[in-house]
């Protein structure tokens, strides 16, 4: 079995790993720092390991969650955040609030980076105290994977649900006289919704 990375936030040393009756993922010992979901042990300790150290987390862990196995860490680590250049949509305070657009510019399992200039830009305040206690939701539209058939044309992929939602969490800005640059992470995203993360990155990767 793959051997957990130590801990991104803390440099914690021992790992454990959870499982929800769904998802399993990897929680800091430490710290607490949580891992993104997966729908196996394997899977769950590789996205530990490719966190970075941005503050990017799921939620609490709750007590009805199984402890599958405690495990003693590695000192290495990687980051591993992908480019992509996605328009997207930030609503604040509620999923129909205010509306700013921008482009989705980095993005990893646990979180994106956020170029924003229009709409309700003006909306967003300039401290980042103010700002981490904004909620957020974010909306794409889910990128289109090109295939091809057995002929070697090319097919786009179908969508069912194209345009995406998800709570998004502020954690650090950047600000300029025409853009607010905004990282954060996605918050305790269900099933589709981690479908639809682990699409986007899967996209971003291939570029």
Known sequence: MLIPKICPNCNGSRALLYFDAIYYYVVCDQCGMTGARALNE????????????????????????????????????????????????????????????????????????????????????????????????????????????????????PESNPIQQIEFIPKHMMQSSQVVGVGGCFKSPNGEQLQSVQHLVEFARGR
């Open 42 to 157: 394997e899977e769950a300790l590789v996205l530990w390991n490719e966190r970075s150290s941005t503050s990017f987390t799921y939620e609490v862990v709750q007590d009805s969650n199984k402890l599958v196995r405690v495990m003693s860490c590695d000192t290495q680590r990687e980051c591993k955040r992908y480019p992509i250049n996605l328009p997207v949509v930030l609503t604040l305070f509620q999923p129909n609030g205010k509306k700013i657009t921008g482009v989705m510019h980095n993005v990893s399992y646990y979180g994106a980076f956020l170029q924003l200039r229009g709409g309700h830009v003006s909306a967003i305040p300039s401290s980042t105290e103010e700002l981490s206690r904004l909620r957020m939701f974010l909306y794409y539209k889910n990128p289109i994977v090109k295939q091809t058939d057995e002929n070697g044309s090319v097919v786009a992929s």
